[in-house]
């Protein structure tokens, strides 16, 4: 397993989870984005720098994409992409992508997207807060113990 990082919106929080995650485990951990980041100095680490455009970091994940990596991303169509590649999404709230729930999910961004383009204002997703966090960390830990990978 590889973890692969939308790193573009990923929140820096996140970040040093995973990065301590790729430490512990020895998961080789990719972050994928249009402008450049600071990584830890580490052999497991590694960043990929794409161009700037819509979607580019995201067609880069899924062309590298294997069977069983995991994708950390807020993008609900990257998401279903991997889902549907047979690799696993979690996005930075802990939450887990699934063949069961990713279609409810992408009908629930379109009908957002819709009510954005006829001008009503649908507000932001709140701030990442602690519990957000602890949520995200504890089924990173338990989807990388589930394979095999915490130490």
Not at 90 to 113: C, H, K, T
Not at 132 to 139: E, G, I, V
């Amino acid at each position: 397993m590889n973890i692969w990082v939308d790193a573009d919106a990923c929140p820096v929080v996140i970040k040093d989870i995973l990065f301590r995650a790729a430490e512990r485990t020895g998961l080789l951990l990719t972050l994928v984005a249009n402008h450049p980041l600071r990584i830890p100095r580490s052999a497991g680490i590694k960043f990929v720098q794409v161009a700037a455009g819509c979607d580019v970091a995201d067609n880069e994940i899924v062309r590298r994409l294997s069977v069983g990596d995991l994708v950390i991303t807020a993008d609900i169509p990257l998401a279903a992409e991997v889902v549907e590649k047979g690799g696993h999404a979690l996005n930075p709230r802990g939450e887990l992508y699934s063949a069961e729930n990713i279609r409810e999910r992408l009908n629930v961004r379109d009908f957002m997207d819709t009510l954005r383009s006829n001008g009503i204002d649908t507000g932001g997703p709140p701030a990442l807060s602690k519990r957000d966090r602890q949520t995200f960390a504890n089924n990173l830990d338990r989807l990388l113990t589930s394979h095999g990978r915490v130490k």
